[in-house]
């Protein structure tokens, strides 16, 4: 919900009204600026974990939730990281997002702002050595002074203060006599730009008179595929990358009417520029780049980046030394970015008066009008924080933060993309922002897993993105995406062997969760858009890509000599084939075995098919048997205490069995085969000895995915999708080892363990160095990649991190519905979601286990209460319509090992408020 509120509560000091020469917006109150309580808890229970720790060495966590960044970076010695390139840097930065746009909100005062319709493009890529700063702050202009609010280009003595929050950043800069607060924020929904609300307070007794400056650059940077990126290569990479705006002319034109100055880029007379609607890898079409003033009458436009900063230092442009006249920027060679975009509004204070002001940045189609809401012309401010979707009921104040962060982070990496008409959640991190390409299915998957819980509609189109990467010449799913409708196997892998496991099961989960079996009907084009489905499928339905999906897996991945699904070019881990080297790897592709995708495959199509059946019974049928086929193939390769992880070949063409029981522990295979219950009673406690002794017990921020042999310690990792799939095996059986591991992998965990690592404090990449490794805690990184040059918002660690904690409280798909099993004796614990809400009422020796679901599923839902061992179902005399409509009696099995609650759609989705049209259904336990 959004509110009109002001940027900050302020003391009423001087009631003198605004003077009749500015044109800004004020308000008639005196100064203070709320610094937060860092230990606000939420009920007086709360203990005091998300407070004084778990910021690690830059900042603390501050009640929103929200990180407020304190240290001084270029003094913090543990602020310095070096990337690929070896340099030393200090800057660390945040994510704002909407369903739109990214942006990354940096602690030196820099915001940069990332589109992806036709291509992942910076719009105002920082890049000091091309004299293009990226932009997001205010100069001040009072006589001879100018200063900048930039952190980084700050006066001597001013006093500051910087906040990450949801969807915002916001900063304070308090210099003889002013304070200007900036909050930056992405707003909600599907905008292409970014909000800023700026205040300039005079804190002295006297009238004063005023220029601010609005800084913001244009750089466009298209980030087009580039297979290795690490140091040279990604310096060469950038230029090559810059070389692309040589084929324009810029230049930059002023509307006073609508306040709008914006840059646009018209293309050079060439003979071989693609039609707009063609597949390119190249954006021969870039946005119009705008800064619109919507608070706040301009003075003055500058646009001419070489005029205003001439050769003056940054932190005193002689544009804003220099009282002057502007310019707007015509038909200069685009090469180089020469444009920036500058308003100046000239304010008058008087004594201890406020002036507040607007800023729009974005970017638009050339010619389409910016599209700019009113009310965002309007005095009041809205509430920045973005609803998170996700809150976590009971346990630790800092899990509780954490819920909300990562459903934030997940929903606030989405993008717009022309070319397949959708949303999608970008995977990020190195591969989408150094490499220029991203994916892969299996983690868009992965990602449609939360999502169908917090954002239905989200999910949706995650799943239905997958399917479009569908090639119809050949049925594969493609390994990833760059450009405009370019699929692309990233030279390695032409024949990954998980991907169609993963489409079917994040197809599951969001049918179990929704009950959206029209999704089934939905329409869904193949790759290329236009061409003819695959015979195989049958038709361009969901259930034909599933269907596909199912006979790509058996007919084309198929399975080896030993009854296992081959490999192909690899399974999850992508580098798998590459154990014996380039050589052992043209022999593998042919023929090598996963025992991972065997294990996955033996869980996620019993899980498909149950919910596939009611649409096609005889696919339901066949994906059963084979997954029992799975099973039992798995079952024959057990060691006695783990499973192996694959089947390849060395140089010599001889097959190898890596992770057999005289080797060591892959986890890989592990958490699959625990969730298809492959091993016996017996087998499944060794499993989960050897797990938690050799992989999860000696790391404190999650298990490793190998174990840290002597040689191996770099390879044994910390991978959040592999980690989070250990929580749910876990949750099956042993919620207490599911509850340390939602603990272990936090990123209050983190910051515990390497609180000078500042890529898991707040965001993270999607795989760490372990706790034996030389540099435990921080990315992992390879010559082709290198994950340290850009080492957060990879959304597989916020992902893997809610899944964990629905998992971890108890509920997981069936496939016909929901699955619940809540264990009594780890505490109290729930979840409430766009959709549902799942709590456990622990009353001494009875358990009551509430489940709300709300009225807006698109189908109806049956939920399984599963009774824990050592306790049975009891006799329910208390109501059950705290929250909402009863959905009736609890249906028993005839063994008493289940109750069965049945919950179906309502009233339509847009007359409901935040707290009607939920129906409530409640199961007691008592201890036997």
């Known amino acids: 919900m959004k509110r009109p509120i002001a940027l900050c509560p302020l003391l009423v000091v001087c009631c003198e009204g605004p003077s009749p020469a500015t044109d800004a917006s004020f308000v008639e109150d005196g100064p203070a600026y709320p610094q937060g309580d860092p230990c606000q808890r939420e009920s007086p229970g709360d203990d005091t974990d998300a407070c004084g720790r778990g910021g690690g060495a830059f900042g603390r966590w501050i009640a929103g939730p929200a990180y407020e960044y304190t240290s001084d970076q270029a003094r913090l010695r543990e602020a310095a990281w070096t990337d690929s390139r070896g340099t030393d840097r200090r800057d660390h930065w945040h994510q704002l997002g909407n369903d739109r746009v990214l942006a990354t909100a940096s602690n030196d005062g820099v915001i940069q702002l990332l589109g992806q319709e036709r291509g992942a493009t910076w719009y105002n890529r920082l890049d000091p050595d091309g004299d293009n700063h990226g932009g997001g702050w205010s100069y001040l202009r009072e006589g001879a002074s100018v200063w900048a609010t930039a952190y980084a280009l700050r006066p001597e003595g001013a006093r500051t203060r910087r906040v990450f929050g949801l969807g915002y950043v916001e900063s304070m800069t308090e210099h003889q006599g002013l304070r200007v607060v900036r909050r930056t924020r992405a707003p909600e929904g599907d905008y292409p730009g970014l909000v800023t609300d700026i205040e300039v307070t005079n804190l002295r007794g006297v009238p004063r008179s005023i220029e601010h400056y609005e800084y913001w650059d244009v750089n466009r940077h298209q980030l087009v595929f580039q297979p290795v990126r690490t140091a040279g290569f990604g310096a060469n990479g950038d230029r090559a990358r810059d070389a692309l705006n040589a084929r324009f002319t810029q230049s930059v034109r002023w509307d006073a009417s609508s306040q709008v100055l914006r840059s646009t880029m018209t293309h050079l007379p060439m003979d071989n520029t693609p039609p707009e609607d063609a597949i390119a890898a190249e954006d021969h079409y870039p946005r119009d780049v705008f800064l619109a003033s919507l608070v706040g009458r301009v003075s003055e436009v500058y646009t001419d980046q070489a005029r205003f900063f001439g050769r003056g230092p940054l932190a005193r442009p002689p544009g804003a030394v220099e009282l002057r006249a502007g310019e707007l920027l015509t038909n200069a060679p685009a090469r180089g970015q020469p444009a920036c975009l500058v308003q100046r509004t000239d304010l008058r204070l008087g004594p201890f008066e406020r002036a507040r002001l607007r800023v729009l940045y974005g970017y638009v189609r050339v010619g389409a009008d910016p599209e700019i809401p009113a009310r965002w012309r309007g005095p009041e401010v809205e509430e920045s924080a973005q609803d998170a979707g996700f809150t976590l009921l009971g346990r630790s104040a800092y899990l509780r933060r954490e819920g909300r962060w990562h459903s934030y982070y ?388 916020h992902a893997m991190a809610l899944l964990g904690m629905l998992r971890a409280v108890g509920v997981e798909p069936s496939g016909d519905g929901l699955r619940v099993r809540v264990s009594p004796s780890s505490g109290p614990a729930g979840f409430e979601t766009r959709l549902w809400r799942v709590e456990a009422r622990r009353d001494g020796a009875r358990t009551r286990v509430v489940v709300h679901g709300r009225r807006t599923l698109r189908g109806p839902v049956a939920v399984t209460v599963v009774v824990p061992e050592g306790y049975r179902l009891a006799e329910d005399t208390s109501p059950c319509s705290d929250f909402g409509e009863a959905v009736g009696a609890a249906e028993v099995s005839p063994d008493g090992a289940t109750a069965r609650l049945r919950f179906s759609p309502g009233t339509a989705p847009e007359t409901l408020g935040p707290r009607e049209g939920w129906a409530v259904g409640c199961v007691t336990l008592a201890m036997r």
């Open 410 to 797: 997940l929903r606030s990496a989405s993008a717009w993309v022309d070319y397949y008409q959708t949303h999608v959640i970008a995977q990020g991190g190195a591969y989408l922002f150094s490499h220029g390409f991203d994916g892969a299915p299996r983690d868009q998957a992965l990602f449609s897993m939360p999502l169908s819980w917090i954002d239905p509609a989200r999910a949706r189109e995650l799943l239905t993105f997958v399917m479009e990467m569908t090639r119809a010449e050949t049925g594969a799913i493609a390994y990833s995406y760059h450009g405009h409708g370019v699929l692309e196997n990233a030279q390695i892998h032409t024949a990954p062997s998980d991907l169609d496991l993963y489409l079917l099961l994040g197809l599951a989960e969001y049918l179990s969760v929704t009950g959206d079996r029209a999704f089934l009907e939905a329409r869904v084009p193949f790759h290329p858009r236009g061409a003819a489905p695959p015979a195989s499928a049958g038709g361009d339905r969901v259930l034909d890509h599933a269907r596909l999906a199912f006979r790509h897996l058996v007919d084309t991945v198929g399975l080896g000599e030993h009854g296992l699904v081959r490999v192909g070019t690899g399974d999850w881990n992508d580098g798998i084939t590459l154990v014996y080297g380039p050589a052992g790897r043209e022999r593998t592709v042919p023929v090598g075995e996963s025992h991972a995708n065997t294990a996955m495959g033996a869980f996620v199509l019993p899980l498909a098919a149950a919910a596939l059946e009611s649409s096609d019974g005889a696919l339901a049928a066949a994906m059963r048997a084979y997954g029992e086929r799975l099973r039992d193939a798995l079952r024959r390769s057990w060691s006695g205490r783990w499973y192996p992880r694959a089947w390849l070949r060395d140089e010599t063409n001889a097959p190898r069995l890596v992770g057999a029981d005289d080797g060591f522990l892959w986890l890989e295979t592990q958490p699959w085969a625990l969730l298809a219950d492959a091993p016996d009673r017996e087998g499944r406690e060794a499993l989960l000895g050897a797990i938690t002794s050799r992989l999860d017990d000696p790391s404190p921020i999650g298990a490793m995915i190998q174990e840290p042999v002597p040689g191996n310690e770099e390879i044994a990792q910390v991978w959040p999708a592999v980690t989070g799939i250990l929580t749910w095996a876990y949750a099956r059986g042993r919620p207490d080892l599911a509850w340390r591991a939602v603990e272990r992998n936090s990123l209050f965990a983190r910051a515990e363990a390497y609180p000078a690592v500042w890529s898991g404090i707040w965001s993270g990449p999607d795989g760490v160095h372990g706790a034996r490794a030389q540099r435990p805690g921080l990315p992992w990184s390879s010559v082709a990649t290198p994950m340290i040059d850009f080492p957060v918002m990879n959304s597989n660690l």
